[in-house]
C-alpha cells in the first residue's frame, strides 16, 4: 500500500502537477503493478483506501481557508493596532490581504497539493468501476463520494487559478516522452466540474443518509447539493441567470425536503468539540486529540506569552496563562475594523473575534488587537489542542445561498436571512429593528447577504470566494484590488511550479515565467 502511495505521488511530480518537500516521496523506484493488482481484493482494503482520501483531504484544510478568505477583508492590520497585533511573524500571509503576490510570493503554491488527492480519486474511481468486490449501493456511495471530492477539488482551483490542469484518469505508469500537461480552458473546467456533480447525484440517487460509522465526516449526498448550488450561483451572477439560479435553489429545497437539519440555539455549540456531528453540520473535516488538530489555528492566535499583557473587557479581566493558553504565533490577525463591523447586540461578534485592550492612565479600555476565537479546541494536559473539526457546509451556509438564490429570481429572503440573525443575536433580537429588511444595509439585498455571511462564516474560509461569486464589484468595494488590478481576481501560479511544468502559463497581468 504505501509503494502504491508513494509511486503515484512521485509520478504526478514529474507531470508538474505536486510539490513536495518529502524526500521519500522523490524516490524514483518503479511502480510495482504487483502491489495495485493485490491490493483492490475486499472490501476492507477498499474502505482502507476511502479513509485514506479523507485523510489527505483534511491535510488541505489550511489551503481551503486560505484560498476562501486570507485575501478578503477580514485580516490584517489597522490604525490603532499594537506592535503584538500587527503580525508577529507574518512569513508572507500579508501579500495575501495586501494584493501583493507574484510568482514568488504566491500565497498558496503548488495547487494547494490538490492533485496528491485529486489522482488517489481517480484512482478509487477507476477500481471501483472495474471491481466486483463491493455490494452495488456501497460502490455506488463510494462514487457518489469519489465524484463530489472531486468535483470540489476543482472548484477550489477554478475560483483560484481560472484554468487547471484537468487529470481525471490515475497516474500509474510514466510517459517520458509527455511529461508536461496544459492548462484546460476556465469553460472546459467548469464543465468538469458540473458533469462531475452529476455523476455524483447519480450514483448516491435519492439515498440522502450519512455515513453510519463517519457520519457527516464522509462526503454525502447533501455534500453535493451543497456544491451544485455554489457551483450554479456562481454562474448565475454571471451568465447563467434565472435558470442557474432556479438549479441552485432546487438544489437546496431538496436538502431541505430530505435531511434533518437546524441551526443550534448556541452560535458557539456548532464549533463544539464533543459534539461534532450537530443538526447544523452537513460536511466537515475531522480532527481528533492525539490524531490531527486544525493546523492552520496556530496562525490566527497569539503566543500565550504576549497575550498575558493584555485585557479582556469583556470579562473585565488580564488574559492569564492557564485560561489563555493559545499557543500561536499570530501571522494572520483579525482587523479591529471587522471586530467593530458586528452589532454588539450581536451574540457572535465575541464568539467568533477576541479582542485585546490595553488601559490609560485613567483605567480605561484601549483596544489593541484582535484574533479569531471560533476554535477553542480543548485543554489536554495544561495545553491547549485545537481538535475543532473544520466546517465545509453548514444548515446557516444553506439558509444564506437560498437567500442568494432568491434575490436573483426576484423572491423575498426574509424567512433565510432572519433565521440566521435570530439566532444570531439570541435573547437580543428585535425583528422590527434588527430583522430583514429593517437593518440600514438591507436597502441592498446582496449587500445584506454578504454582510450576514461575512459576520457568520468569520475563520471558515468563505469570504474571498463570497465577493469573487457575487461579482467582481463586490471585491473591488471590500479588497485592494481594483478595475486597473482585476488580474488579481485570480491568483499567480508559483515559480515551481511553471518551472517543474513548462506547458503551463502564467495567469494574465502577473510578470511571464
Not at 295 to 303: E, K, L, M, R
Not at 399 to 422: C, Y
Amino acid at each position: 500500500m504505501k509503494t502504491i502511495f508513494r509511486n503515484i505521488v512521485v509520478m504526478l511530480s514529474l507531470f508538474g502537477l505536486i510539490f513536495t518537500g518529502c524526500k521519500n516521496e522523490l524516490d524514483l523506484s518503479p511502480v510495482s503493478s504487483l502491489s495495485d493488482a493485490s491490493y483492490w481484493q475486499t472490501a476492507d482494503q477498499f474502505d482502507a483506501f476511502v479513509n485514506g482520501v479523507y485523510t489527505r483531504f483534511r491535510s488541505h484544510n489550511s489551503n481551503f481557508q486560505y484560498l476562501g478568505e486570507l485575501r478578503s477583508d477580514i485580516f490584517g492590520t489597522d490604525p490603532g493596532s499594537t506592535a503584538t497585533f500587527t503580525g508577529e511573524a507574518t512569513q508572507g500571509l500579508e501579500r495575501m490581504w495586501l494584493q501583493t503576490l507574484d510568482a514568488d510570493n504566491s500565497g498558496v503554491s503548488g495547487f494547494g497539493g490538490f492533485y496528491t488527492n485529486i489522482n488517489q480519486i481517480n484512482l478509487l474511481i477507476h477500481k471501483l468501476n472495474e471491481s466486483n468486490i463491493l455490494p452495488d449501493t456501497k460502490k455506488k456511495n463510494y462514487l457518489g463520494m469519489a465524484y463530489g471530492l472531486r468535483a470540489f477539488y476543482y472548484f477550489q482551483m477554478y475560483r483560484t487559478w481560472g484554468k487547471t490542469i484537468i487529470q481525471t484518469a490515475p497516474t500509474t505508469s510514466v510517459d517520458v516522452s509527455n511529461l508536461a500537461k496544459a492548462a484546460s480552458s476556465e469553460t472546459d473546467v467548469m464543465a468538469l466540474i458540473k458533469a462531475d456533480i452529476d455523476l455524483s447525484n447519480s450514483n448516491f440517487g435519492t439515498a440522502y443518509a450519512f455515513d453510519a460509522k463517519n457520519k457527516k465526516g464522509f462526503w454525502s449526498k447533501a455534500a453535493t447539493q451543497m456544491l451544485k448550488a455554489e457551483v450554479y450561483l456562481w454562474n448565475a451572477h454571471r451568465s447563467g441567470g434565472i435558470a442557474d439560479a432556479t438549479t441552485a435553489k432546487t438544489a437546496l429545497t431538496d436538502i431541505q425536503a430530505n435531511v434533518t437539519l437546524s441551526l443550534l440555539p448556541n452560535f458557539a455549540d456548532v464549533f463544539s468539540t464533543t459534539n461534532k456531528d450537530n443538526n447544523e453540520i452537513i460536511f466537515s473535516s475531522k480532527n481528533k486529540l492525539d490524531e490531527a488538530t486544525l493546523g492552520f489555528i496556530g496562525n490566527y492566535v497569539p503566543q500565550t506569552g504576549l497575550i498575558v499583557n493584555f485585557y479582556d473587557s469583556v470579562g473585565n479581566r488580564k488574559f492569564d496563562v492557564a485560561t489563555d493558553n493559545y499557543g500561536g504565533l499570530l501571522r494572520a490577525p483579525t482587523k479591529i475594523a471587522t471586530y467593530r463591523k458586528f452589532n454588539n447586540l450581536d451574540l457572535r461578534k465575541n464568539l467568533s473575534i477576541q479582542a485585546a485592550y490595553t488601559k490609560n492612565t485613567a483605567g480605561a479600555y484601549v483596544i489593541a488587537g484582535a484574533f479569531l476565537k471560533k476554535y477553542q479546541g480543548e485543554q489536554n494536559a495544561g495545553n491547549r489542542a485545537y481538535t475543532n473539526d473544520y466546517i465545509i457546509y453548514r444548515y446557516s451556509d444553506l439558509l444564506l445561498l437560498l437567500a442568494e438564490a432568491k434575490v436573483i429570481l426576484g423572491e423575498s429572503p426574509v424567512a433565510e436571512i432572519n433565521l440566521v440573525r435570530a439566532r444570531g443575536y439570541g435573547a437580543n433580537y428585535n425583528v422590527a429593528t434588527l430583522g430583514y429588511p429593517n437593518q440600514t444595509v438591507d436597502v441592498n439585498s446582496n449587500e445584506a447577504i454578504l454582510k450576514e455571511r461575512f459576520l457568520e462564516f468569520i475563520g471558515e474560509g468563505k469570504r474571498w470566494y463570497d465577493l469573487r461569486r457575487m461579482g467582481d464589484n463586490f471585491v473591488y468595494e471590500y479588497t485592494p484590488v481594483t478595475v486597473a488590478t482585476s488580474y488579481k481576481l485570480l491568483w499567480p501560479l508559483d515559480r515551481s511550479t511553471l518551472t517543474n511544468n513548462r506547458a503551463l502559463v502564467q495567469n494574465p497581468g502577473y510578470p511571464a515565467f
